[in-house]
């Protein structure tokens, strides 16, 4: 497996096949490829497949990349965009070459995908290329676009990869030219965003001191009355809307409705 342009801040580990009860964890891959071209009724072909595990939320370390030989030229505007060339990509795997490996690490995960149906599209193409009976990514993988969710988080808004890293915050200065993996590596921090920012709040384990976390000890007389405020039966109202509208626009993906 190539680990070019890995990000630094992310131990790769080699690639293993999940058994049935490790699939059953929320996992998660997140994914995005680069191509000839921008149709794939004209026969473009992918690429570069960059894909990124997630558990429970969490980066495991574990990535899918290859560069493929597409076995057909790279329109010119395409190259403008990722900067990969014809020469670079001559002697790199054909995509049958890849495509059991490639399976076997979505097989049963969620994808997050940034516009979703162009990737897929190119992905379905090529499976249907090879004729060895995969069928369509969809029938492998439950899928969540996060364009389609931004989009309904931010109606009306530009909600381009690099929009959304300006919204959150995200540093995506090396992102001078598009790259499968890097872009991935970029999706994950959008994505943790938009669904709920920080996965690790940083507390100390069952309340413990620790020597970057302590705790501080207030003494029972010196804390003030507890206030609880609950929510009342129109914010849950509204609350339940909103999720009911995650889950229909991430076609029944939400997992705050399980």
Not at 5 to 18: E, L, S
Not at 122 to 133: C, P, R, V
Not at 153 to 160: C, I, L, T, V
Not at 183 to 189: G, M
Request: negative net charge.
């Amino acid at each position: 497996m190539s680990i070019m342009n890995a990000p630094t801040n992310w131990p790769v580990q080699p690639f293993q096949k999940f058994d049935k009860e490790e699939i059953e964890i929320m996992r998660q891959i997140v994914l995005d490829t680069e191509t000839t071209g921008l149709e794939v009724t004209q026969g473009h072909r992918i690429i570069e497949i960059g894909a990124l595990e997630l558990l429970e939320r969490q980066p495991t370390g574990k990535q899918f990349h290859y560069y493929l030989n597409p076995e057909r030229a790279v329109d010119a505007g395409a190259m403008e965009v990722h900067g990969i060339s014809n020469d670079f990509l001559k002697d790199k795997p054909l995509f049958t070459d890849v495509v059991s490996e490639f399976m076997a690490f979505i097989e049963g995960a969620e994808l997050i995908i940034h516009n979703a149906s162009f990737d897929l599209g190119f992905l379905d193409y090529e499976l249907s290329l090879l004729d060895q009976g995969y069928g369509k990514i969809k029938d492998s993988c439950s899928i969540l676009d996060t364009l389609l969710m931004a989009r309904e988080m931010r109606p009306g808004q530009r909600n381009s990869l690099d929009a959304l890293c300006k919204f959150y915050d995200i540093d995506n200065t090396s992102r001078t030219l598009h790259g499968a993996l890097l872009d991935a590596q970029i999706l994950t921090d959008v994505y943790l965003a938009m669904t709920g920012g920080q996965t690790d709040l940083s507390l100390s384990i069952a309340g413990q001191d620790t020597e970057d976390h302590p705790v501080e000890k207030i003494p029972a007389s010196e804390r003030g009355e507890v206030t609880i405020i609950r929510a009342s039966a129109e914010e849950l109202s509204l609350h339940q809307q909103r999720l009911e509208d995650i889950n229909k626009a991430s076609d029944g993906q939400c997992v705050w409705t399980r």
